[in-house]
């Protein structure tokens, strides 16, 4: 789960690139079945389940009954007994709970590299796999269409338990329609990134159906793989696949640790052990039984982790929480040309977002500030300012520029209150906000999205107000500053009248 969302980002469109190395499973040979299932249809190899309406596989989040048959499945299949098990739990609806004593330190799962879903894993299907490795898919598109492939097999699949406690609606906000993007996320710059990941991947799902998939219809049948099914298994990526950085960062689905939740104060990440042969974890503090163990999905802010979970730590509780300043350029700013330009050159547009945390925000949003707000006659400064800005650059960053320190802080503190402003209109008017259903199920769903919406936006709107507060103040102390320093000036000149 950690650090999901960068490496998907970094690896899919435009280019397919070359599959890396492998990581062994064992083999299996799958027979397909027909299953008596309603949404089945006859396809060419007559074995498959369609979706054409609501997935068909996977069960809902706090199913514990699926979750039982998988702790089952996967004891029978080569996990060591565990010291967890799968429980209801209050955060997160299903966790792994300690049955006995675990110390700080104590190395918990050994998940063995069979139970492992990577990019190298066999396919019930291997001519499908075939087609997908002979048109150098990536692994992220690769896998979702493995576990596509998988579900659509039900009981021929050896995942059949695992997938079958996957939930049939991963929480995300690649589930939010745009409609509720707009309506409840219109304050958060996160509504952009997670249009940017809806197009990204619906543009992955067009470009493997034109590349590949119109091509092998007999393989890959609309009925199944079509874009409801890939928004599921990209939400299950999203929210489940970690990286394994002793596995050279290979990307993996490792089920049972899956159902690990997450707790912004712990510190321990998922990872292949090569003395035990496993995906291991070692705790970061003692845990009793019955209590709920957790890892940490990265330090991730809030948004992030609506965006990829589906879910917003409780406000304050987050000490990697940060908020998207947008700072722009002034249209009518009279160097607005040479300043766009050094941005470009430096990979940065005419608007950018910085984030900020309470603790305080970064040296290139500062930079960006003097470059927007410098005149004229520091021209010659434009190009030192943009690359500073820049994250990408290895220029000093920490520049200094009294002359127009004041404009500066004034510049990012009428940003801050510009942004402030859009969250108190969203969180005023969610009170009374019309949720717009015409059914109770609807209507559930729309009071959920709008909490979540609430909490996203107060946990963010507070780390503003923070830097609206140090920026007041960083303002005042400079102007009382000057205002002293030009008293005395006068003091001296009367002296010397
Ligand atoms: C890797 S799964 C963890 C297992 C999951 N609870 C389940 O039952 O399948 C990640 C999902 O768990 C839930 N989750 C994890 N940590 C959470 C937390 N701190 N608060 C609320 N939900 C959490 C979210 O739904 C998230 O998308």
Request: charged share 25%; with cysteine.
């Amino acid at each position: 789960m950690a650090e999901a969302s960068r490496v998907f980002n970094s690896s899919l469109l435009p280019n397919f690139r070359p599959l890396q190395n492998t990581l062994s499973t064992k083999p299996h040979t799958a027979t397909f079945r027909r299953h008596s299932i309603n949404c089945s249809v006859s396809t060419t190899d007559g074995a498959r389940v369609a979706a054409t309406g609501p997935i068909p596989w996977g069960c809902e989040i706090d199913s514990l009954e699926n979750a039982s048959a998988l702790q089952k499945w996967l004891s029978e299949s080569g996990l060591p007994d565990q010291k967890m098990s799968i429980q209801r739990v209050n955060v997160g609806e299903r966790g792994l709970v300690a049955l006995k004593n675990v110390r700080k330190g104590e190395k918990l799962l050994f998940v063995p590299p069979s139970l492992v879903i990577s990019a190298e894993s066999e396919w019930s299907c291997p001519e499908a796999g075939e087609v997908l490795k002979r048109n150098s898919v990536p692994d992220w598109p690769l896998i979702a269409t493995y576990l596509i492939s998988e579900a659509s097999l039900m009981k021929s699949s050896r995942w059949n338990n695992y997938i079958s406690a996957l939930p049939r609606q991963p929480y995300s906000l690649l589930y939010w329609t745009r409609e509720e993007l707009d309506r409840y996320l219109e304050a958060s710059e996160i509504r952009e990134r997670a249009i940017e990941r809806i197009t990204n991947v619906v543009g992955t799902y067009n470009d493997l159906s034109i590349r590949v998939f119109s091509k092998h219809p007999e393989l890959f049948p609309e009925e199944v793989f079509n874009i409801e099914t890939f928004k599921w298994s990209f939400g299950i990526l999203f929210s489940r696949l970690v990286r394994l950085p002793s596995m050279d960062g290979k990307v993996a689905l490792v089920p049972w640790a899956d159902m690990l939740n997450h707790n912004c104060e712990v510190e321990t990440f998922l990872d292949y052990d090569k003395a035990s042969q496993g995906v291991v974890f070692t705790t970061d503090r003692a845990y009793q039984p019955g209590e709920q163990v957790f890892i940490s999905y990265g330090k991730k802010s809030n948004g992030e982790l609506l965006l990829s979970y589906g879910f917003v730590p409780k406000e304050g509780s987050n000490p990697s929480d940060s908020v998207e300043l947008l700072l722009s350029l002034k249209k009518s700013d009279k160097c607005y040309k040479e300043k766009l330009e050094a941005l470009k050159k430096h990979g940065l547009r005419a608007s950018q977002c910085f984030p900020i945390q309470v603790t305080g925000w970064p040296l290139e949003l500062k930079a960006f500030a003097y470059l927007a707000v410098s005149p004229p006659s520091l021209s010659n400064q434009f190009d030192e300012m943009a690359a500073a800005a820049s994250n990408k650059s290895t220029a000093k960053k920490d520049l200094n520029y009294p002359d127009i320190e004041e404009e500066a802080l004034q510049f990012i503190l009428d940003s801050c209150e510009t942004s402030i402003s859009k969250y108190n209109k969203f969180l005023q008017a969610s009170g009374s906000m019309d949720l717009d259903v015409t059914s109770p199920k609807q209507l559930n769903r729309r009071v959920f999205l709008k909490q979540l919406a609430v909490d996203l936006c107060t946990s963010e709107r507070r780390i503003l107000f923070r830097s609206q507060y140090i920026l007041r103040r960083r303002l005042r102390d400079l102007r009382s500053g000057e205002l002293r320093a030009l008293k005395l000036f006068r003091g001296f000149g009367k002296l010397f009248k």
